[in-house]
């Protein structure tokens, strides 16, 4: 695997499986997933920006928060017609998950923004 900033490869530290259990409980698949120690060059200030700028957990978005607060009002309003839509097809449980969605976007927008409380939607249209 490689760094998503620098494409410095990563070394393996470890492995991490996970265990898939059914509902009377016992382990029915396990999964080994690599884990990766962090990437060598994080600390320089030449391939890792984010860093330099005196950030100190990982590499951050560097987008403005302008258009993280219009990403987050896009995905709400896309969930919502997604809602629309499983409302008038008659499926309502996949309707109250996009309304989810919908709500935790703008719950999003709304951090994003400043606003510490979230406006619940009860419904489309």
């Known amino acids: 695997m490689r760094c ?11 492995y991490r499986t996970k265990e898939y259990r059914d509902a ?3 382990v029915y698949k396990t999964r080994r997933s690599p884990t990766f120690f962090p990437c060598p060059r994080l600390n320089d200030a030449k391939f890792h920006p984010a860093r330099a700028d ?11 928060l302008s258009e993280r607060i ?3 009002e896009s995905m709400s309003a896309r969930y919502l017609g997604n809602y629309n839509e ?15 969605k919908s ?4 719950d999003v ?14 419904g489309g249209r």
């Open 4 to 14: 998503k900033v620098c494409h410095a490869t990563l070394t393996i530290s470890g």
């Open 24 to 26: 009377d409980g016992p």
């Open 54 to 64: 005196g950030y100190q957990s990982g590499i951050v978005s560097m987008k403005p």
């Open 70 to 72: 219009a990403h987050a």
């Open 86 to 100: 499983e409302m008038e097809a008659g499926r309502t449980k996949g309707a109250e998950k996009m309304l989810a």
């Open 103 to 106: 709500q935790y976007w703008l």
């Open 109 to 122: 927008a709304n951090k994003l923004r400043g606003n510490g409380e979230s406006t619940t939607r009860t």
